[in-house]
């Protein structure tokens, strides 16, 4: 059943004492054509979980470099169907890594919430995130998700009030994603202290694993983060970025993205065991 991959993945890496990578990446950029490839690629380089974001016009709460690699995927006329279609072709060849499907409610309510529902969980998706989703409103969405095996994941921001919080804690499942920064994805200098202060609140309210995305662009900084109570790292734009440059330049950008996530994956484990 699908909503048990992630609680696997999580206790596995809990009793290794390990923190998960979660790299995010928007489907059908730069290529639709290897959009499993990379898939793949992600999950056999270190990827304990992968956000895969579905392209829309209006991505808000995205900065300047999610923001274009949607506007790229979408003049190639990626649409939620092929993102579904693309989980579904990962899952033949990888049953173990989770997928979590990342965007707006937007394509979601075009495509129907109930057809959604159904074609995610004959994908074998794992867990959504529908960033303007307020969890107020959200009840029935989780209710329908939930009877189809699918997580629903919120996002949590530095100004989440402890009410709130405590609902979002209630209504949720799989994980929780706190925003470590005030602003849009791909913003830099996170405050270690400040989101390990948070995170020791939000761990006292939820027994959820917590992983931190937004700011984390590096190596170094994604080891940063991993010295926090985080249970795992988000990573974005910045594999975005690589995939773009590395489109440009005719490199390979499977190769290009293995080694950034082998190298995200070896600091974030050597900073945890530091911990121990």
């Known amino acids: 059943m699908n909503n048990l991959r992630l609680a696997n993945c999580f206790e596995n890496l809990q009793r290794k004492r390990q923190k998960a990578l979660v790299p995010y990446i928007t489907a059908g950029d730069p290529d639709p054509s290897k959009v499993v490839e990379l898939?793949?690629?992600?999950?056999d380089s270190g990827a304990d979980i992968i956000e895969l974001g579905i392209p829309f016009s209006d991505p808000m709460a995205d900065g300047p470099v999610i923001q274009r690699s949607s506007e790229r995927a979408l003049k190639k006329g990626v649409n939620l169907q092929?993102?579904?279609?693309?989980?579904?072709?990962?899952?033949?060849?990888?049953?173990?890594?989770?997928?979590?499907?990342?965007g707006y409610a937007n394509p979601i309510e075009r495509f129907g919430i109930e057809d959604f529902a159904k074609e995610a969980s004959n994908a074998d998706v794992d867990?959504?995130?529908?960033?303007?989703?307020?969890p107020e409103?959200?009840?029935n969405f989780c209710r329908l998700m939930k009877t189809h095996h699918i997580d629903v994941i919120?996002?949590?921001?530095?100004?989440?009030?402890?009410?709130?919080?405590?609902h979002i804690a209630r209504l949720g499942s799989g994980y929780l994603y706190y925003v470590s920064l005030r602003g849009v994805t791909g913003a830099k200098n996170i405050d270690i202290s400040d989101v390990s202060n948070r995170l020791k609140i939000i761990r006292e309210i939820s027994p959820l694993p917590t992983v931190v995305g937004f700011g984390i662009s590096t190596p170094k900084s994604a080891a940063e983060v991993a010295t926090t109570p985080a249970d795992g790292v988000v990573i974005g734009?910045?594999?975005?970025?690589?995939?773009?440059?590395?489109?440009?330049?005719?490199?390979?950008?499977?190769?290009?993205?293995?080694?950034f996530i082998k190298n995200i994956k070896k600091e974030i484990n050597i900073s945890t065991r530091a911990l121990l």
């Open 39 to 43: 898939l793949l690629a992600m999950a």
């Open 82 to 102: 092929k993102c579904l279609n693309w989980v579904k072709e990962f899952r033949l060849q990888n049953k173990f890594t989770p997928i979590v499907l990342m």
């Open 127 to 134: 867990g959504v995130l529908i960033v303007d989703y307020p």
């Open 137 to 139: 409103e959200a009840l």
């Open 154 to 166: 919120f996002l949590l921001a530095p100004t989440t009030s402890i009410e709130r919080l405590k």
């Open 237 to 259: 734009s910045a594999i975005i970025d690589k995939l773009d440059n590395a489109n440009k330049l005719g490199i390979d950008p499977l190769i290009e993205i293995s080694g």
